[in-house]
C-alpha cells in the first residue's frame, strides 16, 4: 500500500517534467534570464507586483503573462498526464501534443516516478524491474549489467539521502542512460 501511494504521489509531481520542452516559443528557463526563484515565486501567485523593482526591469509585464499562461497550461497538461486522459487538454494543448506524444510523456512520467519510487524505498528489485521497463518501452539496444543497474541504484540511493532528491542533469549524458533527458530536475 505505500508503494503505490508513495508511486501515485510521485506521478503528480513528476509529469510536468516534459512540458516547457513541449512550448515552441521562447523559453521558460527562469534561472538566468530574469532571476530565478523570485520570478518563479511571483508566476505562481501569478502577480507582477511580487517582482522587486530590479527583476520588473529585467522582465516586462507582457512576459510574464506569458509566462504565467504557460504555467497555468503547464499545470492543466500535468492534470491531464496524472489522469492518463488526453481529452482533459485544452485544444491548442492538443494542437501542440500528439495523442501519441502524450502516451509517451505518460510512459515516461510513469517510469521516472517508480524509479524515484525504488530509490526513495531503496528496493532495488523494484528499481531493476522500473529501468528494464524503460528500457524495453525504448527499444533500447544497449544491454543493462546487473553490475551496471546495482552501481547506479547505489549512486542514486546515497545521492538521493544526502541531497533528498534525484541529481540535477547539468549537461551530458551521465543519467540520461538510464533515465532518459533531463531526469532528475528537482523531483523529490
Request: glycine share 8%; hydrophobic share 40%.
Amino acid at each position: 500500500m505505500k508503494t503505490t501511494v508513495t508511486f501515485t504521489i510521485l506521478l503528480a509531481g513528476i509529469a510536468s517534467v516534459g512540458f516547457f520542452t513541449l512550448v515552441p516559443s521562447g523559453s521558460f528557463a527562469l534561472d538566468g534570464q530574469w532571476g530565478g526563484e523570485e520570478v518563479r515565486a511571483a508566476v505562481e501567485v501569478g502577480s507582477y507586483e511580487a517582482l522587486s523593482v530590479e527583476a520588473q526591469e529585467k522582465i516586462s509585464e507582457e512576459k510574464f503573462t506569458e509566462l504565467v499562461e504557460r504555467a497555468v497550461q503547464k499545470e492543466a497538461v500535468q492534470s491531464a498526464v496524472e489522469a492518463n486522459d488526453y481529452s482533459l487538454l485544452s485544444v491548442e494543448a492538443q494542437e501542440k501534443i500528439s495523442e501519441e506524444r502524450f502516451e509517451k510523456m505518460v510512459t515516461k512520467s510513469e517510469h521516472k516516478a517508480a524509479i524515484l519510487a525504488a530509490v526513495q524505498n531503496d528496493d532495488y528489485a523494484w528499481f531493476q524491474a522500473a529501468v528494464i521497463a524503460k528500457h524495453e518501452s525504448k527499444d533500447c539496444n544497449k544491454e543493462l549489467t546487473d553490475e551496471d543497474m546495482q552501481e547506479k541504484f547505489s549512486e542514486l540511493t546515497t545521492y538521493y539521502a544526502e541531497n533528498g532528491e534525484l541529481p540535477q542533469k547539468k549537461g551530458g549524458k551521465k543519467w540520461s542512460k538510464w533515465f532518459g533527458k533531463g531526469f532528475g530536475r528537482g523531483q523529490k
